[in-house]
T-cell receptor, first 114, second 116 residues
Framework: SQELEQSPQSLIVQEGKNLTINCTSSKTLYGLYWYKQKYGEGLIFLMM?????EEKSHEKITAKLDEKKQQSSLHITASQPSHAGIYLC??????????????FGAGTQVVVTP | ETGVTQTPRHLVMGMTNKKSLKCEQHLGHNAMYWYKQSAKKPLELMFVYNFKEQTENNSVPSRFSPECPNSSHLFLHLHTLQPEDSALYLC???????????????FGDGTRLSIL
């Protein structure tokens, strides 16, 4: 099965500063999803990347997919308190026996301080 | 996210009790999922249903019994659970019919389950 490693496990960033989270896969990445979760709540879909080199942005969040490195990064510019939470990456194996089976990383906890 | 609704939000039960978790999606999706999220562990996929048919049982103990009467509703029946089953149980749905669906899963807010 595919394993996803996220780094860092947690980070504390001052409001207004930038931050980057990485997600590295043990196998080829065909589809990579980024979610955000507040403690004890459900996952909120942020972005989906499908092609190598693809980059998507929404408001102050940018995600990139590096197919060769089997890695994706999530970058937040000028962080705000609303960006605090747990960020998870998920990937699908894109094969006949893995449809619907999203594997998730352990998550990165982001704390934004004043 | 209000498209996927889970009830109850919190549940405390003894090991001999029988209870059910409910999930309802209003997004017109055809696939539904149960996940388990334990402290300090990655999200674990439990079951997958596609058009009401179970397509995945990820080696889940039989004390967890899923039911999908239609594409909009998903249940997780619980009986004789163990303390290690205490976790956040998340339901998700997606509009996917196979490899080329490329559709994200949308999650409910989960049921926080505590086993005494």
């Amino acid at each position: 099965s595919q394993e996803l490693e996220q780094s860092p496990q947690s980070l504390i960033v001052q409001e207004g500063k930038n931050l980057t989270i990485n997600c590295t896969s043990s196998k080829t990445l065909y589809g990579l999803y980024w979610y955000k979760q507040k403690y004890g709540e459900g996952l909120i879909f942020l972005m989906m990347l499908q092609k190598g080199g693809e980059e998507k942005s929404h408001e102050k969040i940018t995600a990139k997919l590096d197919e060769k490195k089997q890695q994706s990064s999530l970058h937040i510019t000028a962080s705000q308190p609303s960006h605090a939470g747990i960020y998870l990456c998920g990937a699908d194996g894109r094969s006949t026996d893995s449809w619907g089976k999203l594997q998730f990383g352990a998550g990165t906890q982001v704390v934004v301080t004043p | 996210e209000t498209g996927v609704t889970q009830t109850p939000r919190h549940l405390v039960m003894g090991m001999t009790n029988k209870k059910s978790l409910k999930c309802e999606q209003h997004l017109g999706h055809n696939a539904m999922y149960w996940y388990k999220q334990s402290a300090k562990k990655p999200l674990e996929l439990m079951f997958v249903y596609n058009f009401k048919e179970q397509t995945e049982n990820n080696s889940v103990p039989s004390r967890f019994s899923p039911e999908c009467p239609n594409s909009s509703h998903l249940f997780l029946h619980l009986h004789t659970l163990q303390p290690e089953d205490s976790a956040l149980y998340l339901c998700a749905s997606s509009h996917g019919t196979g490899l080329n669906s490329n559709q994200p899963q949308h999650f409910g807010d989960g049921t926080r389950l505590s086993i005494l």
